[in-house]
């Protein structure tokens, strides 16, 4: 047990483990705790973890799957790539050092033909996790709240709640680094990433870097967890929503603007969740290389002192 947990880390336990146990307990809700819980183990606490933490690892890697399927081709587009801005926000002397070394080292892109059809359909899966994610949570509750008053129906209303995130989108677009996509050092350097991450296994503040990598999965996950959940819900509601639901048909009055609020409230946090996930993906490639040239460095210098006389 003890090696187990050895073995485990941060990327294991955020971008894994606490997404997946969240959507198992959404999806199941009330039924999960009895089918998991009560019905076979008379209230055994540590039986029911035991088995989350096995359907949670499970349901998170299918999740994490998911998400290293779009990010990989969302990532060929050079301006949605954080290895982009992160060889950009380095110094240009540096950076051309990296080149020099690592320039044999690059990765062949897929054909033309190949990579524009991974972008588009990349594009396009991001923008439906993204929209079901935020744009479907008023129509699952609707659903929820019409399967338990027939009067209740959907009003497209409701969606004027998603200017934070539309707002947050065009505000990360238009404030982004003015640079050059095609820059041929930046290109090289960003090409050869599989190499210079192999470079540094047991090199530079890994902790750090694995950190970062955790917590960019752990938002990237949860958005497409929050995405899977909507789209369940539309054929049926889970319990969280049922009970929101309720509340919110309790308050009396105009559900449209209760429902509208609450749509601005989850936009911001969906956006702000967007925001972090490319921030952290930046500082890991950032760190990766700042890494990089002080290894380099280090090595040009210890090579100098042996060739003193």
Same mark, same amino acid.
């Given at each position: 047990m ?8 941060? *990327? ?8 997946g146990? =969240? ?18 183990? &008379? ?7 035991a088995l ?10 299918l999740? &994490? +799957?998911?998400?290293?399927? *779009?990010?990989?081709g ?17 110094n ?7 080149k020099?070394?690592?320039?044999k ?10 990579? =524009?059809?991974? &972008? ?5 899966a ?8 935020? #744009? ?5 509750i609707?659903? #929820?709240? #019409?399967a338990?008053?027939d009067a209740?129906?959907f ?8 200017w934070?995130l539309? #707002? ?13 996509f095609?820059?041929d ?12 991450q192999?470079? =540094?296994?047991?090199?530079?503040n890994?902790?750090k ?5 955790g917590w ?6 949860l958005?497409?967890?929050l995405?899977?959940?909507n789209?369940?819900s539309?054929?049926?509601?889970v ?30 946090i969906?956006?702000?969740? =967007?925001?972090?996930y490319?921030?952290?993906a930046y500082?890991?490639?950032k760190y ?9 460095? +280090?090595? +040009?210098?210890?090579k ?6």
């Amino acid at each position: 047990m003890t090696e187990l947990f050895k073995e485990l880390n941060i *990327i294991d336990i955020l971008g894994i483990g606490v997404p997946g146990c =969240l959507l198992v307990l959404l999806l199941g809700g009330d039924q999960t705790a009895a089918l998991l819980w009560a019905d076979q183990f &008379q209230g055994n606490v540590l039986a029911f973890a035991a088995l989350l933490l096995v359907a949670g690892s499970l349901a998170g890697m299918l999740i &994490q +799957e998911l998400g290293d399927l *779009i990010e990989k081709g969302l990532w060929l587009i050079p301006w949605l790539d954080p290895k982009v801005y992160a060889a950009n926000a380095v110094n240009s002397t540096d950076l051309a050092k990296v080149k020099e070394k690592v320039e044999k080292h690059t990765c062949a892109e897929p054909g033309k033909g190949k990579r =524009l059809l991974a &972008q588009c359909l990349s594009a396009v899966a991001a923008l439906l996790v993204v929209g079901c994610a935020v #744009a479907l949570l008023p129509v699952a509750i609707w659903t #929820a709240a #019409a399967a338990a008053d027939d009067a209740v129906w959907f009003d497209p209303k409701a969606m004027w709640g998603l200017w934070p995130l539309g #707002a947050m989108l065009l505000a990360a677009l238009l404030l982004r680094p003015k640079m050059d996509f095609k820059d041929d050092t930046i290109k090289t350097v960003r090409d050869a990433n599989p190499y210079l991450q192999t470079c =540094l296994v047991g090199h530079g503040n890994t902790s750090k870097r694995t950190l970062f990598d955790g917590w960019r999965f752990v938002m990237r996950n949860l958005i497409l967890v929050l995405s899977v959940t909507n789209l369940a819900s539309l054929w049926k509601p889970v319990d969280l929503y049922h009970r929101v639901a309720h509340m919110l048909v309790g308050k009396g009055g105009d559900m449209t603007g209760h429902l509208s609020w609450l749509i601005v409230a989850f936009s911001c946090i969906v956006g702000l969740m =967007l925001v972090r996930y490319y921030h952290y993906a930046y500082l890991r490639y950032k760190y990766s290389l700042e890494n990089y040239i002080h290894m380099i460095t +280090e090595d +040009e210098e210890a090579k100098a002192k042996g060739a003193r006389p």
